[in-house]
T-cell receptor, first 115, second 109 residues
Framework: GAVVSQHPSRVICKSGTSVKIECRSLDFQATTMFWYRQFPKQSLMLMATSNEGSKATYEQGVEKDKFLINHASLTLSTLTVTSAHPEDSSFYIC???????????FGPGTRLTVT | KNEVEQSPQNLTAQEGEFITINCSYSVGISALHWLQQHPGGGIVSLFMLSSGKKKHGRLIATINIQEKHSSLHITASHPRDSAVYICAVSGAGSYQLTFGKGTKLSVIP
């Protein structure tokens, strides 16, 4: 089956620093990648949708200058949390889909802790 | 905007029991997804369906498009089935998912 990886799985960073999270589709070409955020005991919240080679579309309330998304190739999208603050601490999950399919394949997630 | 409702929110079952989790949605969809999230956080896609019924091992998913309702069944439940099960729908012509709040299943030996 299709596999999506995320790196790192866990990261602890200091307030004010930036953190980059990678999302890779390992055995298929991901036309679209989605970035989600999940708080404890809550459902996933869509942050942004990125299509390969074009700018990401951010959901209302998500700061595009704080959460930089790059989808430069059909197998890699990155989310950079800039000038991280403790309130950015969360579980970040990506998913990917290939052209012509509604199926989404999820990455294992990245737990970010900002101290 | 689609509203996705799941029931029950929490479910505790004895090992071996037959389990049903329900999902209803308010607006027409392209596809309905059943996802499984373990305590570690990773999400596995169990089923994607737009009509009828699908089966994989001990898991069965059904959908009734007219009634806007889907069910996930687990036969002969096992403690390793303990997880949060999430129903999500793709709106008509959209690839974005709208998620239910999830059902936390605990299977006791």
């Amino acid at each position: 089956g299709a596999v999506v990886s995320q790196h790192p799985s866990r990261v602890i960073c200091k307030s004010g620093t930036s953190v980059k999270i990678e999302c890779r589709s390992l055995d298929f070409q991901a036309t679209t990648m989605f970035w989600y955020r999940q708080f404890p005991k809550q459902s996933l919240m869509l942050m942004a949708t990125s299509n390969e080679g074009s700018k990401a579309t951010y959901e209302q309330g998500v700061e595009k200058d704080k959460f930089l998304i790059n989808h430069a190739s059909l197998t890699l999208s990155t989310l950079t949390v800039t000038s991280a603050h403790p309130e950015d601490s969360s579980f970040y999950i990506c998913s990917a889909r290939e052209a012509g399919s509604y199926e989404q394949y999820f990455g294992p997630g990245t737990r970010l802790t900002v101290t | 905007k689609n509203e996705v409702e799941q029931s029950p929110q929490n479910l505790t079952a004895q090992e071996g029991e037959f389990i049903t989790i329900n999902c209803s949605y308010s607006v027409g969809i392209s596809a309905l997804h059943w996802l499984q999230q373990h305590p570690g956080g990773g999400i596995v896609s169990l089923f994607m369906l737009s009509s009828g019924k699908k089966k994989h091992g001990r898991l069965i998913a059904t959908i009734n498009i007219q009634e806007k309702h889907s069910s996930l069944h687990i036969t002969a439940s096992h403690p390793r089935d303990s997880a949060v099960y999430i129903c999500a729908v793709s709106g008509a012509g959209s690839y974005q998912l709208t998620f239910g709040k999830g059902t936390k299943l605990s299977v006791i030996p």
